[in-house]
């Protein structure tokens, strides 16, 4: 789908898929280099999993961070800017609020700090609940999606016209 959102034909969703996937092997490494392994951590009881989480999720960003300033001159070899554009409007509604409030997507969303605040405030009640969930896996993954989406819809009510223009709204 996002292929076809951005005009991407066969050959170059090729190139596209070699980055992807060299950009998920980076990631592997670097995840299993700092000790994260994400199915122990899922087996973990509510509780164990929370802390657990909270402990890897800047890790993980970090990680993030490091290989996008990696990958991202690449990416912009292949795509053409309005391209890039798109491609930045379909990662900010993908990623949700979770990434709103980090510098570049705020900086990106122009978001005042009263909004940088409210973000926050309402990221972390969302992952609270989140935190709270227990029972089978594919259980808590269902209504992490639901809350997640409820989450992210609250977050666009924060946001004037222009910053919903720049999110693809």
Not at 68 to 78: D, H
Request: glycine share 4%; aromatic share 4%; hydrophobic share 35%.
């Amino acid at each position: 789908a996002v292929h076809k959102d951005l005009g991407i034909g066969s050959e170059l969703a090729g190139k596209l898929n070699e980055l992807s996937d060299e950009y998920r092997n980076a990631s592997q490494k670097e995840f299993t280099t700092l000790g994260i392994d994400f199915t122990a951590i899922s087996d973990l009881p509510a509780l164990e999993r929370a802390a657990e989480m909270r402990k890897v999720t800047e890790k993980t960003a970090g990680v993030n961070r490091k290989l996008t300033a990696k990958f991202q001159p690449k990416l912009e070899e292949l795509l053409s800017s309005e391209q890039i554009e798109r491609l930045k409007q379909i990662q900010l509604q993908a990623a949700g609020v979770e990434v709103w409030t980090e510098a570049v997507w705020a900086k990106e969303l122009d978001l005042s700090e009263v909004q940088k605040a409210q973000l926050a405030e309402l990221r972390n009640e969302y992952n609270r609940r989140v935190q709270r969930l227990d029972g089978d896996f594919a259980v808590r993954i269902t209504k992490t999606r639901e809350i997640n989406t409820e989450r992210d819809t609250k977050a666009l009510r924060l946001l004037d016209a222009t910053q919903k223009a720049k999110h693809g709204e």
